[in-house]
Every structure is written in C-alpha cells, then in structure tokens.
C-alpha cells in the first residue's frame, strides 16, 4: 500500500459526461502528480499541483481539469467525455516535487465511457 | 524521439536465475533522475527503485539492483532469484532537471516479465 488514495476505483459512464476523480495524497506529501495510462498512448504525464499551485502541465485535454485544495486532495475533472478517454487514471504524490523525489502512486481509477 | 526505450516487450525467466530488463534514455540534462516500476496485473503501480544522474554508484533495493552506465545512456533494471511474484510489467521512468518540467515522469512502452516456475 503506497498510501496514496484514489476514488473511486472503477467508473462507467456514457459519451459526453462528466466525472471527477479523486485523489489524496501520502501524509506529508505536497505535490500530486495525475497520469493516464491507455493501451495506444502509453502512461503519459497529465499535470501536476505543489501545495495547491499547478507546476507543470502535460498532455492534458482542455475537456480536462484538476485542482488541488487546501487539504491537499486533489480532483481530476474529465468533461465531454469521449470514447478514447476510458484509461487507467493514476495520482501520484511526491514529498516536494523536486528532482530527488520518488513519486508513489495510487491504485488507479479505472474509467470506462461506452 | 523516444526518450526512454524499452526494446523488450516480454521476457521470460526461470524462477531463481536472474534477469535483466533493458532501458535507454535520451536527454540533455545533466541532472536527471532514472526509476522502475512494477505495474501486476491488478493494475497498481510500484515503486522499485531509484537512481540519481550524480550517483557515484549503482542503486540497490533487496533484489533490485541497477546496472546504470551513463556514457552509454541505459539504465538496465537486475532482477536476481526471480520468484513468480515477479511476474508483472515493468517500466522504466525518467525525470529530467530543467525547471519547466516540472517534476513530470516519462515512461517507456514497459516490459512484460514472465517468471516460469
């Protein structure tokens, strides 16, 4: 157990929907990291927050957007959801973000849009 | 171009021999940072180990060891006394220093290990 948490933990739902997914990080850890992994794109870096800020940004569609708030949890929302967006969603929280820094993960939302 | 390459799609290995899973990696930055990670077929993610672009030497996590040769750019994950819990993808990682990526995470396409009893 990585101490990163994700819900939930499947979703299905229909074209042109919106979901959130939820993340919190590990006890102590600032930064929270969201990824997406598909069977064509691979696992691809989405975004990342530092103590509530966005530090960096990914391959992250418009349709898409996340937060993180004060208790440092942090939200992926997937709008207008369209079929080639059901992927394994992954957070990951590192302690401050830096280069040193490893990066564990959660257990991953599994999202399906049919 | 690539910046990590995993050239292996599926490995196979006897249980109790050890095992090499190759990666190679592009950057220009001088100060980096190479990870593995264990992905089972339950889908989560596992940290195995980490190595630094300034490590004098080769990181060592129990069985996990890496084989990093930073002339040559790879960064091979060794995988010794295999057991059948071993069996999973494996994908190796990188983190680049400039300040503009963040603290992102480039994976490779990752590696299929089956440990064969």
């Known amino acids: 157990d990585s101490g990163v948490t994700q819900t939930p933990k499947h979703l299905i739902t229909a074209t042109g929907q919106r979901v959130t997914l939820r993340c919190s990080p590990r006890s102590g850890d600032l930064s929270v990291y969201w990824y997406q992994q598909s069977l064509d794109q691979g696992l691809q870096f989405l975004i990342q927050y530092y103590n509530g800020e966005e530090r960096a940004k990914g391959n992250i569609l418009e349709r898409f957007s996340a937060q993180q708030f004060p208790d440092l949890h942090s939200e992926l929302n997937l709008s207008s959801l369209e079929l080639g967006d059901s992927a394994l969603y992954f957070c990951?929280?590192?302690?401050?973000?830096?280069?040193?820094?490893?990066?564990?993960f959660g257990p991953g939302t599994r999202l399906t849009v049919l | 171009a690539q910046k990590i390459t995993q050239t292996q799609p599926g490995m196979f290995v006897q249980e109790k021999e050890a095992v090499t899973l190759d990666c190679t990696y592009d950057?220009?930055?001088?100060?980096?940072?190479l990870f593995w990670y264990k992905q089972p077929s339950s889908g989560e993610m596992i940290f195995l180990i980490y190595?630094?672009?300034?490590?004098?030497q080769n990181a060592t996590e129990g069985r996990y060891s890496l084989n990093f040769q930073k002339a040559r750019k790879s960064a091979n994950l060794v995988i010794s006394a295999s057991q059948l819990g071993d069996s999973a993808m494996y994908f190796c990682a990188m983190r680049e220093g400039r300040e503009t990526s963040g603290s992102r995470l480039t994976f490779g396409e990752g590696t299929q290990l089956t440990v064969n009893p």
């Open positions: 990951a929280s590192s302690v401050e973000g830096g280069n040193t820094d490893t990066q564990y």
């Open positions: 190595q630094g672009s300034y490590d004098q």
């Open positions: 950057t220009s930055d001088p100060s980096y940072g």
